[in-house]
């Protein structure tokens, strides 16, 4: 065999039945797409022997969608930093098992499952996640966040522990412990290649938008006069190709790696929050030893700040989510505009659909989710955290924090 023809999911499959599926990925991800198959081998059965090498205590299953391969250098979601970083902390005394590939869950069940006791440990998007667990759609308010800034901001804050993280546990049993931060926008199909860039928002009367499962998220699109059509992320491809669809409502790093080709424009509208988050089954968390309950504390803290950085630098130097595109990101490649709408369309944007200014349609949502808060305002809560920071502040320079420990 040519050691330098692409290595394909059979051989991938080959050495996750050697060396296991979670040293296979961890190899994987180290060379970042680039290894040949000898290469990738070599490092899997060094990666495995080593992690075998250590005496285990304790085994968690972590469930993914996806992760393998080179995801995790375009849309940094930092499942194996935490692993690395959690059994190298642990000194192996925790070993963590991968199985992502929608072989265990999918996006719109991993959480049911962890919460079940199938799996300990997940991961999806919180807007995929809430269709079981509804209290995500506190991060879904259109305009809740100004910036990504706001966003790292707000998660490192301790006061995210009771307006997120305890009606979590308190009411579904999970603990919400690292995201990335995005903020969502339109993409549009491939009808928009040879039009002009959309910069009013009026254009985006009446087109035909893909959702993702968050309620909340489906209403701020309508409040904005679009068609909302629910589909499944497997099916997206297919809708957008055939024209069931128009666009789709997602952040940047997630359609790079994914559907690039499909795509013409991405207008930045930064209409709500998007997070792919990882949490775990609060159960098993409180059956660690103290020293363990901190270590998983600390590696999600660690995590947290390196999908700070890293996810920030992959915008721009890889998937080209920028004004000014370098040559070789992938949506300069797929010839994908990057749109920033005017600030006063944006203003109008969320004059039309956000609680601040629009708050009717938006009353029996806030009383349900105000109820899991504990009765707090939550929405006017996170809202007022958001804009404590300056709003050109960028988000790689958001001081990270430990949010477990109120300062």
């Known amino acids: 065999m040519d050691p330098f023809q692409p290595i394909s999911r059979r051989d991938i499959l080959r050495?996750?039945?050697?060396?296991?599926?979670?040293?296979?990925?961890?190899?994987?991800?180290?060379?970042?797409?680039?290894?040949?198959?000898?290469?990738?081998?070599?490092?899997?059965?060094?990666?495995?022997?080593?992690?075998?090498?250590?005496?285990?205590?304790?085994?968690?299953?972590?469930?993914?969608?996806?992760?393998?391969?080179?995801?995790?250098?375009?849309?940094?979601?930092?499942?194996?930093q935490f692993i690395r970083d959690l059994e190298e902390r642990t000194d192996g005394e925790i070993r963590v098992e991968?199985?992502?590939?929608?072989?265990?869950?999918?996006?719109?069940?991993?959480v049911k499952r962890s919460r079940d006791g199938i799996i300990d440990i997940y991961s999806s998007t919180t807007q995929n996640a809430s269709v079981a667990v509804p209290y995500f759609n506190v991060l879904d308010f259109p305009y809740l966040f100004p910036s990504r800034a706001a966003q790292n901001y707000f998660f490192y804050h301790f006061q995210s522990e009771k307006l997120l993280r305890e009606p979590l546990i308190k009411h579904y049993g999970i603990r919400f412990l690292f995201t990335n931060c995005r903020l969502r926008g339109i993409m549009l199909g491939q009808k928009w290649r040879d039009k002009p860039n959309l910069v009013n928002i009026s254009q985006l009367s009446g087109i035909k938008i893909r959702t993702t499962a968050t309620h909340i998220g489906m209403l701020a699109l309508e409040l904005l006069n679009m068609q909302t059509i629910p589909i499944p992320w497997e099916e997206t491809a297919g809708a957008l190709k055939y024209g069931m669809v128009d666009a789709i409502e997602s952040y940047e790093s997630s359609v790079a790696a994914v559907i690039p080709e499909l795509l013409s424009q991405m207008i930045d509208i930064r209409l709500f929050s998007g997070n792919w988050h990882t949490g775990m089954n609060e159960s098993v968390f409180q059956k660690l030893t103290p020293e363990l309950q901190n270590a998983v504390m600390e590696s999600a803290y660690q995590t947290q700040v390196f999908i700070q950085l890293a996810s920030e630098s992959a915008i721009i130097n890889t998937v080209g989510g920028s004004s000014l595109q370098k040559q070789d990101t992938i949506f300069k490649k797929n010839g994908i505009r990057f749109v920033e709408l005017p600030e006063e369309e944006l203003k109008k944007a969320e004059r039309l659909c956000s609680p601040e200014f629009n708050p009717k349609p938006w009353e029996e949502y806030r009383e349900k989710l105000n109820k899991l808060a504990g009765n707090s305002d939550v929405y006017k809560e996170i809202y007022s955290i958001a804009r404590e920071i300056p709003s050109d502040k960028l988000a790689e320079n958001v001081q990270p924090y430990r949010w477990w420990k109120k300062r």
């Open 15 to 80: 050495l996750g039945k050697t060396f296991g599926w979670t040293s296979t990925i961890l190899a994987m991800i180290s060379f970042g797409g680039s290894a040949t198959l000898p290469q990738l081998a070599k490092a899997a059965e060094s990666i495995n022997k080593n992690r075998l090498a250590k005496k285990t205590r304790v085994n968690l299953l972590f469930g993914a969608a996806i992760i393998g391969n080179n995801f995790e250098q375009i849309d940094i979601i930092g499942c194996s």
């Open 98 to 110: 991968l199985m992502d590939q929608n072989k265990i869950c999918t996006q719109l069940d991993c």
